[in-house]
């Protein structure tokens, strides 16, 4: 596919000496090459939805979303306030830690379509982070000390690709004070949910080529 080719450039070599489950991809999230290069493969917030654990959305919606051209979803305030704090809660997490993360793209190389587009990771892939900024996640993370249960898909599919035993967990609501935790691996749960993924993935490649070529 042309798409594959034109990401096929973008591929760099990973940094560091470890030898890395992945690529990373040179990309802006949130610019439509990214838009783009998501749609094409399966990314960490759509897992839950795969393994129906979404409330918020349906397997069936997310394949009729997979299966028509990318679009730019719509951002409302709660939306926006989580993107301009992220930065902020970043840079809390860095210095808690005295570590140095930044955002990523990365790009399975065992499963092309796995993918996964990172709030932090340091350059040796050592440790990751995954921030969340929404005042219901702050609230259950306040009263149970983790994330929301439907975003457990999503953290196990940033282990999946990043080989992590666990990934860092900083949910970030001013004016409360920032929280931190861990979510372990699950490999029983990645095995399950690699394979429900691929038998998704395998759906919408099947359905788009079974549409009419409108050229």
């Not at 999230?29 to 749609?39: C, V, Y």
């Not at 990523?104 to 990771?121: N, T």
Request: one cysteine or more; charged letters at 20%.
């Amino acid at each position: 596919m042309a798409a594959n080719l034109f990401y096929s450039a973008r591929l760099s070599s990973t940094l560091g000496k470890m030898n890395k489950p992945y690529s990373i991809i040179t990309l802006e999230q949130g610019t439509s090459e990214w838009l783009a290069w998501r749609h094409d493969g399966i990314g960490a917030s759509e897992a839950s939805t795969i393994m129906g654990e979404n409330r918020f959305e349906s397997p069936s919606t997310l394949l009729r979303q997979k299966c028509c051209s990318p679009t730019k979803g719509h951002m409302n305030a709660a939306m926006a306030r989580g993107v301009a704090l992220e930065p902020k809660a970043r840079a809390y997490y860095n210095t808690k830690l005295s570590i140095e993360s930044e955002p990523q793209c990365l790009q399975s190389l065992q499963y092309e379509w796995l993918r996964a587009s990172l709030d932090g990771i340091t350059a040796d892939g050592s440790r990751a982070v995954e921030i969340k900024c929404g005042q219901s996640a702050y609230r259950t993370t306040a009263k149970t000390g983790r994330p929301p249960r439907y975003y457990y898909g999503q953290f196990q599919h940033l282990m999946a690709i990043t080989g992590l035993a666990s990934i860092d967990y900083c949910c970030y609501f001013p004016p409360g004070r920032p929280l931190m935790t861990k979510v372990a691996r699950n490999q029983s749960y990645i095995d399950d949910l690699l394979r429900a993924e691929e038998v998704f993935w395998n759906e919408v490649i099947k359905r788009r080529n079974s549409k009419p070529n409108d050229a």
